[in-house]
């Protein structure tokens, strides 16, 4: 048999051990991970009703967590505007009428 034949396989073989032992032990996070649920960031906050279109609107934060299942996972917020409540006889003062 050709040596280097050999040794290719004795280096493809110990590079599959090294991909299979990472794999089924990965290292831990080096920090703590701050999230793994959209639930652990806060969800969708809803404050600031007013009137739009005759409906209830409300100005709206919304929190989840992005990166899930990594050690990078963190918790990213963004703001809109969410209809609260949709109103037969329209809306005064961020309440319907």
Do not use: H, W
């Amino acid at each position: 048999m050709n040596k280097y034949l050999v040794i290719g396989c004795i280096v493809l073989g110990i590079a599959l051990a090294a991909l299979t032992l990472y794999f089924l032990f990965p290292k831990p996070c080096p920090n703590p991970v701050t999230c793994d649920s959209d639930k652990q960031c806060g969800g969708t906050i809803v404050s600031d009703k007013f009137c739009k279109d005759s409906n209830v609107y409300g100005n709206g934060q919304t929190n989840t967590c992005v990166k899930k299942d990594r050690c990078t996972a963190v918790c990213e917020t963004s703001y809109s505007q969410f209809l609260v409540e949709k109103c037969k006889n329209g809306c005064v003062d961020g309440a319907c009428t």
